[in-house]
């Protein structure tokens, strides 16, 4: 039952930064793990970043270092932090939530995230 809906989105060129905001509502993120996900145009959707219910974050190789996901429960909203942005990050960015079960761990599968945001797109040029 829980919303999401990322904002932040804009144009930036190579070696720049950029904060991505993902507000939820109708329920708590704690319950969740919540993920940052990329589309490139013509491409399939790619899960980059996951944060979990623990706190426990996971990365994919092309981000990592360069990009860091964290929560506030709190306020209920999930960021993405983006550092030396390259032209290859050009993409549709999307937040996306999954309910966890007994071990409070993110699903391996991008079909096991089920709440969706619109997505914020990101374009990154000289």
């Known amino acids: 039952a829980v919303k999401v809906r990322e904002s932040g989105g804009g144009s930036v060129q190579p070696g720049g930064a950029l904060i991505l905001s993902c507000e939820a509502s109708?329920?708590?993120?704690?319950?969740?793990?919540l993920g940052w996900f990329r589309q490139v145009s013509g491409k399939e959707r790619e899960g980059f970043a996951s944060i979990d219910s623990k706190g426990t974050t996971d990365y994919d190789a092309s981000v990592n270092g360069r990009f860091t996901i964290s929560k506030g429960d709190a306020d209920n909203i999930l960021y993405l932090q983006m550092n030396s942005l390259k032209p290859e990050d050009t993409a549709m960015y999307y937040c996306a939530a999954a309910a966890t079960g007994p071990t409070m761990e993110c699903p391996p599968n991008e079909h096991d995230f089920d709440y969706w945001g619109q997505g914020t797109q990101v374009t990154v040029s000289s």
């Open positions: 109708g329920d708590t993120i704690s319950n969740y793990c």
